[in-house]
């Protein structure tokens, strides 16, 4: 028996926003999104399961219609509710309807100034907007988790993206780092080096302000590293994909984490169990084979509770992970 904790389900593929680094290349919605019934039982079968954390995301999950029944859904279940979005949507009374059903906000920021933001966002404006939200969302009482990824074209703005989260009285920060995925320039992908000055920053910010604002990394920043204890990160066991979390596309499509591309099976044809206790599911994670891991991950000590870190991150040159201890050991490939 797999007992699931938490779930992350892209209500539409549709967005109002057309970032560079966008994993799902979302804009239009997909063909044949999960109906409004559809969802409403899909949380009934995933708090059955075990969820007791639902992350709501898309696209730009308030593009649908009928959002804020899903609150009450999950709510009625006893689920933490987080939301995920690039905030355009946001007005007065949405902010109220968060703060009725206790959701947590996940809202982007890319750039210190509306030139990068707006930029790399792919939409005008959207820079002034944020920083016109955030205060709203923090008035209302309403917990807001600002999420940045970091590239090439905001790498030097970090130290004024926390000035301005600062000065804007942000209560959490969480950095990561762009993934390769279709619509992103080559470009853009982070060098070894400037990934282990990152993960350095994190915990310099950590240390200088983290009593005024929560700084957290995300899984693509580790692993088993001296960094470790200076950072947010603790015991890295490896990815949780099929192990206790799993994410649903719009149309169905199950799979590990919303920055994977695979399917483990559609829930529009088949309850959701059959899929998650299946023993065929989830097979990189639930019965892995590390001999099959590449570079340095080969011959690392921590390969049998690591598994090479995120999955989905960056690689190195010879094929092994983006990883802080592989740079302590062997330094950068480049
Ligand atoms: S707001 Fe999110 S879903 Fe929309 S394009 Fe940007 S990254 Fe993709
Ligand atoms: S080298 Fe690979 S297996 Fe070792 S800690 Fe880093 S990511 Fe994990
Ligand atoms: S694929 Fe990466 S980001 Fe997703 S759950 Fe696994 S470690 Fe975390």
């Known amino acids: 028996m797999y007992k699931l904790y938490s779930a992350t389900l892209e209500l539409t593929r549709k967005c109002n926003a057309k970032c560079r680094h966008c994993i799902v ?26 969820c007791s954390n639902i992350v709501l995301t898309g696209g730009e999950p308030f593009l649908r219609e009928d959002w804020a029944l899903f609150l009450q ?14 905030g355009l949507k946001l007005d007065d009374n949405i902010i109220k309807i968060l703060k009725r ?4 906000i996940g809202i982007s920021l890319d750039g210190a100034e509306a030139k990068t933001h707006d930029m790399i966002r792919g939409v005008p404006g959207i820079f002034e907007h944020f920083k016109e939200v955030l205060p709203k969302l923090r008035k209302a009482g309403v917990y807001a988790v600002v999420a940045t990824t970091v ?5 030097n703005e970090l130290d004024r993206i926390k000035d301005l989260l600062l000065k804007l009285k942000a209560e959490a920060w969480q950095i990561q780092v762009v993934k390769p995925c279709s619509r992103l320039l080559e470009s853009e992908l982070l060098s070894e080096q400037e990934y282990y000055k990152l993960a350095e920053k994190i915990a310099e910010f950590r240390q200088k302000y983290g009593k005024k604002m929560n700084i957290v990394e995300s899984d693509c920043i580790g692993y088993n590293s001296i960094l470790t204890p200076k950072l947010y990160i603790k015991e890295w066991a490896g990815c949780e994909c099929g192990i206790n979390s799993v994410s649903i ?35 990189y994670n639930r019965k892995p084979n590390v001999d099959s891991l590449e570079g340095f991950c080969k011959q690392c000590e921590h390969k049998y509770v690591c598994r090479g870190g995120c999955p989905t991150n960056c690689k190195t040159k010879d094929g092994g992970a983006y990883c802080l201890h592989k740079i302590e050991t062997v330094g950068y490939n480049e």
């Open 151 to 155: 590239m090439k074209s905001n790498y």
């Open 249 to 283: 596309e719009s149309d169905g499509n199950v799979k590990g984490c919303p920055n994977m591309n695979n399917s483990e099976g559609n829930i529009s044809n088949i309850p959701f169990r059959d899929i998650w206790q299946s023993h065929e599911s989830f097979k």
């Open 101 to 104: 059903f206790n959701v947590t």
């Open 25 to 50: 290349n979302a804009g239009a919605e997909k063909d044949n999104e999960l109906s409004t019934e559809r969802i409403m039982n899909l949380l009934e079968e995933l708090s059955d399961e075990g």
């Open 73 to 86: 859904k999950a709510k009625a279940l006893n689920m933490q509710i987080v939301m995920m979005t690039n």
